[in-house]
């Protein structure tokens, strides 16, 4: 009678053909709209931040995972659960530090960049999938974990792969933790 | 540059991969949100969201002929009854009815009874008529404008009782693209 526990909610699929074009066409009006790459980069990683704050509930509701207890576990659980799920697409995780607080995604395929052959004349730092980075830093931050998020490498900047570098900083909060005791 | 070249032709002849609804979602109504930010400087809402989506119509027109394997439309009602059903079908996944208007040779009209942008939409009613669907209008509008059939496409929402809302997509064909009908 009542609902099962695991049961997840359904999962409706659309063309992901509208899904590029229309990210690409907003790249595009942003493009127009806002003269330096930086500004754009900026505004994208802005919208990506509202993006995240709200579909890490959906991923939550989605996914079932458990609490994690380490960086490293997040890191996997956003390539191997959160991409495959949204983008369909598993990126492979490295670890860059001793400390085991910053990693790197290398994308093989990108989904986003699908039908872009080059970046346009005139737009050569432009971080075309800066929403990315924003989707992920606002994810991170809505479960409480502060993170900076980048591009280290882009294959439409002539690099070989697409690699994006997750630094996870400091919690505020553990300090006044501290204090308290 | 032949890299990219090799790319593209790959994945114009990928088979068909879905992504999640809520992506899509989440993602339109991010833009919906930069188009409200823009309406504050001056543009109409519908109109921003009108121009991104003449971005995407444009691509389409090409691209569809191809994948579809049809010879590209020459008459009114065969690239309006491509867009209905293929068009509609392949960004929707479902078609859509074709009418034509009774008071205007120049006006067609496409409904859709629930579209799917607007499926997480609701319009507070300060805000009147604005319907989030411009942006299918401006992909319409895109595809007839890149096939040669200049036309002016607008997006209306047509109260059928309380509840239901039906999205009815005008498209207004120029004066010059039903004369060349006739002379066919």
Request: charge should be positive; include cysteine; glycine fraction near 4%.
């Amino acid at each position: 009678m009542s609902r099962p526990a695991h049961r997840r909610p359904e999962y409706h699929k659309i063309n992901k053909d509208l899904f590029v074009l229309t990210y690409g066409a907003l790249v595009a009006q942003l493009c127009k709209d806002y003269e330096k790459d930086e500004d754009v980069n900026q505004y994208l990683d802005k919208m990506g931040y509202g993006i995240g704050t709200r579909l890490v509930e959906d991923f939550l509701a989605r996914s079932c995972v458990g609490r994690c207890h380490s960086y490293s576990e997040i890191t996997d659980i956003i390539a191997q659960v959160a991409f495959k799920m949204y983008l369909g697409i598993t990126p492979s995780v490295t670890c860059n530090n001793s400390s085991r607080n910053e990693f790197s995604l290398i994308l093989d395929k990108n989904p986003l960049v699908e039908f872009v052959e080059e970046l346009p004349a005139g737009r050569s730092s432009l971080c075309y999938c800066n929403l990315l980075c924003g989707i992920i830093r606002g994810a991170l931050e809505m479960v409480h974990l502060a993170a900076d998020v980048t591009f280290l490498q882009d294959r439409l900047k002539g690099d070989s792969v697409t690699e994006i570098g997750i630094t996870f900083l400091k919690k505020r909060d553990e300090k006044k933790y501290r204090r308290k005791k | 540059m032949e890299n990219g070249i090799y790319s593209v032709e790959k994945e114009l002849n990928k088979a068909k991969r879905d992504i999640s609804l809520s992506a899509f979602s989440i993602l339109f109504s991010e833009i919906v949100q930069y188009c409200l930010y823009k309406s504050k400087k001056g543009y109409r809402l519908e109109d921003a969201l009108h121009e991104i989506g003449l971005r995407v119509g444009y691509k389409l027109s090409e691209y569809l002929y191809y994948k579809n394997k049809m010879k590209r439309s020459i008459t009114i009602l065969n690239i309006l009854t491509f867009i209905s059903k293929h068009v509609w079908k392949y960004l929707f996944q479902h078609s859509s009815d074709l009418l034509k208007s009774q008071d205007s040779i120049y006006e067609y009209m496409i409904c859709d009874k629930n579209i799917l942008l607007n499926k997480y939409i609701t319009v507070p009613k300060d805000y009147g008529n604005i319907n989030c669907a411009s942006f299918a209008a401006g992909i319409v509008e895109g595809f007839l404008c890149s096939s040669e059939f200049q036309a002016e496409v607008t997006a209306h929402t047509i109260y059928e009782n309380e509840q239901n809302q039906n999205t009815t997509i005008l498209v207004k064909f120029y004066p010059e693209v039903i004369e060349r009908e006739k002379n066919h």
